[in-house]
């Protein structure tokens, strides 16, 4: 970061954390709404949303054609923190709550879209694509942060306030990230382009989506994306609905999904780490393929080390490459400037074996071939009793990262036998007439290790199989 962009990096970290801690607070209003109207209907909510996009797309690509930069940023937020006051408005007065509720659900869906693309939009127009590599990282902080702020502000005053008015805290912050937004626009930026319009045709977008590979690729990823989102929607709506039917209930039900950690409980950037046990010894080849092909079995690993835990050590040359889940609060980490000082924070570790585990493996690091990440670089360690087959780095950067692990439960893999039509098998691997399985509870597939992201597959082949196979038993 270079001095003079600090200040329009910190307006955008601000306008990004304002609009989205604004959604993120609505959010869960939405999804309560989409409840109430009753689960059945959600699908002509998303009908709904779908023409309003339809015709909403066009509508905006006209707009910033014809509208000054200037003009086109306040007028898009006001226009829509107008709409928030008028459903403020009318639920509050309790007008037509259920129709009302619909109009709501769609509304939101659309201003998501619209409210964060004129955010990057307006990104790319204030920095250079360079500036972007550098900044962009910071900038999408804000929204993180804002999208933390906005759930934790509904879980704290639905119940206190109401339902209905978190849309005036939420119309409150969209003022604000226009305010933020205001400050940005440089001064000679506003002389050259601030009054002239964008430019442009209301269809330009889907022209260029015909016309590019890259952005039709694009496209269709987010269709997919979105597509599975869908199913998984309507299922969490579903859990929701039967949990509760106070308002602000679900509400802070929906709020607290949006904080949940989901799968980020898993420490899977170990093979660019080490792994030590109690005895402070290297018990795997942590680095002898992707994580992908590796996680599972080593999770069964971890489990036969004493008092079935490991350490993660990492130290800063190999930082920049753990996932994000090394990033949540629930973990248990320790760090440290000096090895020394991080062997006596290793809880449950023999110190001084780990000292020696970390002076072997120093000595032992192939420093002579090149570390890359992204293949298997086999850059190895040499004369350890286990050793490492890519990505070894010595561990003298300080400072030094310890996290604990243990082994986690993905999935079983390990249940009944099955015939190649789906059928269960008896003990006598006799089959069982009129029963038939799939998934997880299919034995003897992912027994011995899984490569990541076979078991949805498993499921679906082994499903179809065992569909097919109970429709034809029923019809014979
Ligand atoms: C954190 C995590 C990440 C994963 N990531 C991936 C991935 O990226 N890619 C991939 O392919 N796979 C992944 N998997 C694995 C994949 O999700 C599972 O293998 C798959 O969902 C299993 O589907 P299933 O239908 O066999 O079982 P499940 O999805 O477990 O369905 C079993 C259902 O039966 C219900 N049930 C249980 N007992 C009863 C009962 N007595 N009566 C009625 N209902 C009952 C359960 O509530 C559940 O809904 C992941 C799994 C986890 C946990």
Redesign the pocket.
């Known amino acids: 970061m270079r001095p003079e962009e600090v200040r329009a990096l910190l307006w955008s970290f601000a306008y990004f954390f304002c609009l989205l801690a604004s959604y993120y607070i609505l959010r869960p209003l939405r999804d309560e709404m989409g409840v109430a109207g009753g689960v059945r209907n959600l699908q002509w909510l998303f009908t709904g949303t779908f023409l309003a996009m339809l015709a909403a797309v066009p509508l905006y690509g006209a707009l910033v054609a014809r509208l000054p930069r200037r003009w086109f940023i306040p007028f898009v937020y006001h226009f829509f923190v107008a709409n928030l006051a008028i459903f403020w408005i009318l639920l509050a007065l309790d007008f037509e709550r259920q129709n009302v509720a619909r109009v709501f659900f769609i509304w939101i869906s659309v201003f998501n879209l619209f409210a964060v693309s004129v955010f990057w939009s307006f990104m790319a127009d204030q920095f250079s694509s360079e500036q972007g590599k550098r900044l962009y990282g910071f900038i999408a902080a804000g929204g993180s942060a804002g999208a933390l702020a906005g759930p934790a502000i509904t879980i704290g005053l639905a119940k206190v306030i109401g339902v209905v008015h978190l849309i005036v805290v939420a119309a409150a912050l969209l003022e604000l990230a226009v305010v933020c937004a205001a400050r940005l626009e440089p001064k000679q930026q506003v002389a050259q382009q601030s009054t002239v319009s964008l430019g442009g045709g209301a269809l330009d977008g889907l022209k260029m989506v015909v016309r590019s590979p890259y952005i039709a690729g694009i496209t269709l990823w987010v269709a997919l994306l979105s597509g599975v989102a869908t199913f998984l929607y309507f299922k969490q709506a579903a859990i929701v609905a039967a949990t509760s039917d106070d308002p602000a209930v679900r509400t802070r039900i929906f709020a607290t999904v949006d904080l949940a950690v989901g ?1 980020q409980f ?1 420490k899977h950037s170990y093979p660019f780490a080490i792994m030590v046990n109690a005895t402070g010894k290297r018990f795997v080849d942590e680095g002898a393929d992707f994580r992908n092909y590796t996680y599972a079995k080593y999770g069964r690993v971890i489990l036969e080390q004493p008092g079935q835990f490991a350490w993660q050590i990492f130290d800063q040359k190999v930082k920049h490459l753990q996932r994000d889940e090394y990033r949540i609060r629930q973990i248990t980490k320790v760090t440290a400037d000096t090895v020394e000082e991080l062997a006596k924070k290793l809880e449950g570790v023999n110190a001084e074996e780990f000292l020696k585990t970390i002076a072997e493996w120093n000595k032992a690091v192939r420093q002579d071939v090149p570390f890359n990440p992204n293949v298997k670089d086999g850059r190895r360690t040499d004369g350890l009793a286990i050793n490492k087959s890519n990505w070894a780095n010595t561990i003298d950067t300080p400072p030094f990262e310890g996290y604990a692990v243990t082994c986690g439960i ?2 079983t893999f390990g249940g009944l036998r099955v015939n190649t039509d789906c059928e269960v098998l008896n003990t006598d691997y006799q089959p069982i007439r009129g029963l038939y399985a ?4 299919v034995g003897g597939i992912f027994y011995f290790n899984y490569p ?8 679906a082949v082994f499903g179809k199989i065992a569909g097919t196979s109970a429709g034809r038993a029923l019809k014979n």
């Open positions: 799968d898993q993905t999935f799939a998934g997880e509870l990541g992201g076979s078991g949805l597959i498993s499921g």
